[in-house]
Nanobody, 128 residues
């Protein structure tokens, strides 16, 4: 079965950086788009970033564009989210996700419904 395990969250100050990792197993990793979503208390889970199966194309939420970078290492079955210039409003639980159907498109999926598998989440807290 598919397993996604996130790591790298923590408590940081505004302006600091963090790198999240997500290790995947259970399917051929390089066939699937990967995404990062986040959910703050009392809010809906929202899209943060996504990367195509090949790593050739990425997409970001407007709120993180220019500060966050998604990347993947298909040899290590791992996707990363480098988060720089963190703000208090970035505080949330961050979830890694893998698309359900291998679209093998040229742009990554950004909709929650495209992702069938989810990690358990890792907490990121940014203090002001």
């Amino acid at each position: 079965q598919v397993q996604l395990v996130e790591s790298g969250g923590g408590l940081v100050q505004a302006g600091d950086s963090l790198r999240l990792s997500c290790a995947a197993s259970g399917r051929t990793f390089s066939n699937y788009d990967m995404g990062w979503f986040r959910q703050a208390p009392g809010k809906e889970r929202e899209f943060v970033a996504a990367i195509t199966w090949s790593g050739s194309s990425t997409d970001y939420a407007h709120s993180v564009k220019g500060r966050f970078t998604i990347s993947r290492d298909n040899a290590k079955n791992t996707v990363y989210l480098q988060m720089n210039s963190l703000k208090p409003e970035d505080t949330a639980t961050y979830y890694c996700a893998q698309e359900g159907v291998p679209r093998r498109g040229v742009v990554p999926g950004t909709l929650r419904l495209m992702y069938a598998y989810w990690g358990q989440g890792t907490q990121v807290t940014v203090s002001s």
